[in-house]
């Protein structure tokens, strides 16, 4: 995907507790439904010894709705009574970008 | 970690060709050169479908600096030949962060 800069990236960096606990399910539901919030731009994810997770976004006000969505409302909360053991949020002002492709 | 904001981020996502080809090690070797480069910060890695490695940095300057190192522009160089099949680099200020620890 090529975005325009500038433009918004939320960095989610977590550490999981033990079990799955519906996270896997409540992961893909969040992820389908943050494509149709509006000024949604993109998202990349993978897990290791720790999860990141990055979201992309137009400008502060989709990151502000998307995070005060009542079903992302009620992840957010699930997360904090069974998923994560740590997480970290950054909202980053996207400034400039570049790429390679074989 | 905590930092003041705001700082640096760069996002590093990529795909990988297949086979080892030297990449591991050096993947170490850059982590512990970054490490000892004027206004690191720190740094996160998870690798599944795609990787996505990010490095922060103090200011614009470091970023710089680090893209510059000698053998960082050599690992670079073999990125390009032998390692990856697409990455994408994204230079982000991050202007705010909150967490959670359980």
Redesign the interface.
């Known amino acids: 995907m090529h975005l325009d800069t500038p433009y918004y990236?939320v960095?989610f960096?977590s550490t999981r507790?033990a079990g799955d606990k519906g996270y896997a399910a409540m992961a893909q539901e969040m992820e389908e439904l943050a494509k149709r919030q509006p000024g949604y731009l993109g998202f990349?994810?993978?897990?290791?010894?720790?999860?990141?997770t990055?979201s992309y976004w137009k400008n502060l006000q989709a990151i502000s709705d998307w995070k005060q969505q009542t079903e992302h409302l009620l992840a957010q909360r699930k997360?904090?009574s069974d998923w994560?053991?740590?997480?970290?949020?950054?909202?980053?002002?996207?400034?400039?970008?570049?790429?390679?492709?074989?």
Request: aromatic share 14%.
């Open positions: 990236a960095i960096t507790t990349e994810s993978a897990r290791e010894n720790i999860g990141i990055i997360g904090i994560y053991s740590w997480y970290k949020v950054r909202v980053c002002l996207v400034e400039r970008e570049y790429d390679f492709t074989r």
